[in-house]
């Protein structure tokens, strides 16, 4: 039911973002909804000295696990396989969804619970476990809730973010048999429990994300809030992880203070309410766990991210969606607006790789590049720098070489190149420049003294400058 929205022509990004904008209602609520993330993580960091030396270490653990990438995933492999799980590497989303599948038909699974996961968003397994007849059903409250609306997550922490008590509850009315409109949220949140406790114990395998994965010790760390995740790593008889190959650590040490960061950042929690460290499947003599445990490692363009020394950055990421709560563009178009599975910042500067840059570079011009978003990343993670370059990838000459992404060139249009032919011209010979010059002081005078609609719409801190015309229009006697 989850759709997975490819975007493609710039015209639909900006179709997308008109009607958010359109539409006060959405934009009041993503706009509290934000002002309430904020606050609560800057409640988590009183102490600005703290916060920038956790991130110094935040940072500094996860630029050595990518600089370390292949030893440490070679090792987690051999720790993993020692533990007793299974290792699957994945390069496209539709292997990744071959190896899940092939997991399923061989224990004849017919229905799945899913914890959160935005891998398995990210390469559409609901619909591929759909399409061969096994259920996949949402078990985290927000992805609940987007599924059963039959839409995507708009928020990579916070799925439903988009959605008011108001909406839920007309939502759980029509869709959940016997249930009555009503918006006190507790009466909804035990709704929701109600329904999916029936789904653990139904279901044949349980499917997780990992947040991190510690090579030392070949150990898989969930972090979450409401306990699905445990039921679904534990119940079923299968558990199936996914995750990114960049979700690597050396030692579990390493995992302390990421996790502060992530959860400080993400939810404004100190801890969150659950931390499950999966090491293996059950053992001879234990009463519960899954008999098998696998981990399906997926690639799907982080290869790319990963050959690029400036954006290697990219993949330091822990997933917390600070950037997005602290973007100004997030804040007024919301999630669905990108059409990617990522949005925000992570997704402008992610998705790239994923989907190319023919299909994605309007996002990474979609940015008022205020910095907000590299300020907040709890693992400092250069985003603004990182937009401008995707730009420059963007408007690249497919064949210069400045165009070293799948997709670069791809917003480069002919009026650019010959405005840009021109630029080199007159800039590249003194008799034109000088001539240029004097043709444009003298221009000056066309300009609109109206101003533009951008500035129109803001209030100006200081009095706008009067034209020098004026000036001395005034000055006549
Ligand atoms: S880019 Fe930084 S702030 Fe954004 S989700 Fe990733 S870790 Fe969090």
């Known amino acids: 039911m989850n759709q997975v929205i490819r975007i493609h022509p710039m015209d639909d990004f900006k179709a997308r973002s008109r009607e958010v904008l359109n539409n006060p209602a959405q934009r009041k609520n993503f706009r509290g909804a934000m002002d309430f993330l904020q606050a609560k993580r800057r ?9 920038e030396g956790l991130r110094e270490l935040g940072a500094a653990i996860r630029h050595y696990s990518l600089a370390h990438l292949p030893r440490l995933l070679e090792q987690l492999e051999a720790r993993l396989t020692a533990n007793g799980i299974q290792v699957h590497w994945a390069q496209t989303p539709d292997e990744a969804n071959a190896i899940a599948l092939g997991i399923a038909r ?45 839409e995507a997550p708009s928020h990579i922490i916070m799925p439903a973010i988009h959605k008011t008590k108001q909406e839920i509850a007309r939502l759980f009315e029509q869709e959940i048999p016997g249930v009555a409109y009503t918006e006190d949220v507790d009466a909804l949140i035990r709704v929701g429990r109600r329904v999916l406790r029936r789904k653990f114990a139904d279901a044949d395998i349980g499917l997780s994300g990992v947040n991190f994965a510690v090579a030392e010790t070949g ?4 972090v979450e809030n409401e306990g699905n995740g445990r039921m679904c790593t534990t119940v079923p008889r299968v558990h199936i992880a996914i995750t990114g190959i960049e ?64 954006l290697r950055a990219t993949l330091q990421c822990i997933r917390c969606g600070a950037c997005m709560n602290h973007c100004p ?75 070293t992404l799948r997709g670069s060139g791809t917003a480069r ?37 109206e101003q533009g609609a951008w500035t129109r719409s803001r209030t100006p801190l200081v009095p706008a400058p009067k034209r020098l015309r004026d000036l001395l229009k005034e000055r006549k006697p």
């Open 43 to 51: 409640a988590q960091f009183p102490d600005a000295q703290e916060l």
């Open 106 to 150: 061989r224990v004849q699974a017919k229905k799945i619970i899913k914890g959160k996961s935005m891998v398995s968003e990210e390469v559409g397994f609901n619909h591929a476990m759909e399409a061969a007849g096994i259920e996949a059903f949402e078990s985290d409250m927000g992805e609940y809730i987007v599924q059963l609306a039959g």
């Open 329 to 403: 563009v997030y804040a007024r178009i919301g999630g669905h607006a990108y059409g990617t599975t990522y949005p925000g910042p992570i997704g402008a500067i992610i998705s790239p790789h994923m989907l190319g840059l023919e299909s994605t570079y309007p996002l990474a011009f979609a940015s008022t590049l205020c910095g907000a978003c590299a300020e907040v990343c709890p693992v400092k993670i250069p985003i603004t720098d990182i937009l401008v370059r995707l730009r420059n990838e963007a408007m690249a000459r497919p064949d210069s070489d400045d165009a």
């Open 413 to 449: 249009t002919v009026a650019n190149t010959a405005v840009w032919n021109v630029w080199a011209q007159v800039y590249g010979k003194l008799g034109f420049y000088k001539l240029a010059s004097w043709f444009m002081s003298r221009g000056r005078a066309l300009s609109p003294s």
């Open 219 to 222: 150990t898989l760390c969930l």
């Open 247 to 310: 979700k690597v650590v050396e030692k579990l040490e390493h995992v302390v203070p990421l996790y502060s960061l992530l959860s400080r950042s993400a939810t404004g929690q100190a801890v969150t309410t659950y931390f499950n460290l999966i090491s293996g499947p059950r053992q001879p003599g234990e009463k519960d766990g899954p008999q098998e445990v696998h981990l399906i490692l997926l690639d799907n363009g982080r290869t790319q991210a990963y050959a690029d020394a400036q």
